[in-house]
C-alpha cells in the first residue's frame, strides 16, 4: 500500500501534529456548515457557500466560492456562445470530502459539452482552515511538490482499470500531470489533468494516498 507521513511537517504559519496516539489535542474548530447557493438560469452549476463559523472566516471562504462560482458561470455562458446553437451544457457541482478537526476540503466535478465531438472533464479542489478562512496548499503541506506527490498517487486511482495504466505508467510527463490535491478521510485526494485526448475523460477521478495515520492541522500563529 502507498502510503505518505504527514507528522511533523509544517508550512507557513501551520503544523501537522500525529494525535494517532491517543495524545489530547484540541482542533482548531470543529466543522463547516454548507448550503447550497441556487443560481438563477444555471440550474446545472451547484457551489455551496459556508456558514457555522466564524463571520470573518465564512466571508474570507465564500469570497473565494463566490469567485469561483462566478467563473462558473462565466463558463458556461461561453459554452453557450462556443456552441452556437448546437445543444450543449455545463455542469459543475461541489462535493464535500472532509469537513472535520478544523479542516474543510471541497472537490469540484464536472463537465462542459460546447458543440463539439467531444467534451472537457471539469475537476478542481479547495481546502480551508476552519480557524482563520486561509486556503491550504495540500501538497505543499506533505513537503512533496504537486507532481511529486501525483506519482506517488498513481497506483492509488479509483477509476477504471485502463485510466489506471495510463496515468501509472505516465504520470510526472507531459501527457499527464497533476492538477490538485485535497482532503479525504484517512488521506490525500489527487486530481490530474489527462493531456492525451483518448484519456480525457480519465480526469475525472481522482488518485488517493492513504496516511499512515490520523492528524490534525491547527494554527500556531493565533
Same mark, same amino acid.
Given at each position: 500500500m502507498i502510503k505518505v507521513m504527514l507528522a511533523s511537517l509544517t508550512v507557513a504559519s501551520f503544523a501537522l501534529v500525529d494525535v494517532a496516539d491517543g495524545k489530547s489535542v484540541t482542533p482548531a474548530l470543529g466543522r463547516a456548515v454548507l448550503k447550497p447557493r441556487l443560481i438563477d438560469g444555471f440550474p446545472s452549476i451547484s457551489m455551496p457557500f459556508a456558514t457555522g463559523i466564524a463571520s470573518p472566516v465564512a466571508r474570507r471562504i465564500n469570497l473565494v466560492l463566490d469567485r469561483d462560482r462566478q467563473a462558473a458561470m462565466d463558463a458556461a455562458e461561453?459554452?453557450? @456562445?462556443?456552441? %452556437? #446553437?448546437?445543444?450543449?451544457?455545463?455542469?459543475?457541482? =461541489?462535493? @464535500?470530502?472532509? %469537513? #472535520?478537526?478544523?479542516?474543510?476540503?471541497?472537490?469540484? =466535478?464536472?463537465?462542459?459539452?460546447?458543440?463539439?465531438?467531444?467534451?472537457?472533464?471539469?475537476?478542481?479542489?479547495?481546502?480551508?482552515?476552519?480557524?482563520?478562512?486561509?486556503?491550504?496548499?495540500?501538497?505543499?503541506?506533505?513537503g512533496l511538490a504537486l507532481p511529486a506527490l501525483g506519482r506517488l498517487a498513481a497506483s492509488g486511482y479509483r477509476g477504471n482499470a485502463g485510466c489506471r495504466t495510463f496515468l501509472v505508467n505516465r504520470a510526472g510527463s507531459k501527457d499527464v500531470t497533476a492538477r490538485a490535491a485535497y482532503l479525504v478521510p484517512g488521506g490525500i485526494g489527487v486530481l490530474y489533468d489527462f493531456n492525451v485526448g483518448a484519456a480525457g475523460s480519465c480526469g475525472a477521478d481522482p488518485a488517493i494516498v492513504p496516511v499512515t495515520k490520523r492528524f490534525w492541522l491547527h494554527g500556531l500563529a493565533r
Amino acid at each position: 500500500m502507498i502510503k505518505v507521513m504527514l507528522a511533523s511537517l509544517t508550512v507557513a504559519s501551520f503544523a501537522l501534529v500525529d494525535v494517532a496516539d491517543g495524545k489530547s489535542v484540541t482542533p482548531a474548530l470543529g466543522r463547516a456548515v454548507l448550503k447550497p447557493r441556487l443560481i438563477d438560469g444555471f440550474p446545472s452549476i451547484s457551489m455551496p457557500f459556508a456558514t457555522g463559523i466564524a463571520s470573518p472566516v465564512a466571508r474570507r471562504i465564500n469570497l473565494v466560492l463566490d469567485r469561483d462560482r462566478q467563473a462558473a458561470m462565466d463558463a458556461a455562458e461561453q459554452c453557450r @456562445v462556443v456552441a %452556437n #446553437r448546437q445543444p450543449s451544457s455545463y455542469t459543475r457541482k =461541489t462535493n @464535500v470530502t472532509f %469537513n #472535520r478537526n478544523g479542516l474543510l476540503s471541497l472537490h469540484f =466535478t464536472g463537465d462542459a459539452q460546447c458543440g463539439g465531438a467531444h467534451g472537457s472533464i471539469l475537476a478542481g479542489a479547495r481546502t480551508f482552515d476552519l480557524s482563520n478562512g486561509v486556503e491550504i496548499d495540500v501538497a505543499k503541506v506533505t513537503g512533496l511538490a504537486l507532481p511529486a506527490l501525483g506519482r506517488l498517487a498513481a497506483s492509488g486511482y479509483r477509476g477504471n482499470a485502463g485510466c489506471r495504466t495510463f496515468l501509472v505508467n505516465r504520470a510526472g510527463s507531459k501527457d499527464v500531470t497533476a492538477r490538485a490535491a485535497y482532503l479525504v478521510p484517512g488521506g490525500i485526494g489527487v486530481l490530474y489533468d489527462f493531456n492525451v485526448g483518448a484519456a480525457g475523460s480519465c480526469g475525472a477521478d481522482p488518485a488517493i494516498v492513504p496516511v499512515t495515520k490520523r492528524f490534525w492541522l491547527h494554527g500556531l500563529a493565533r
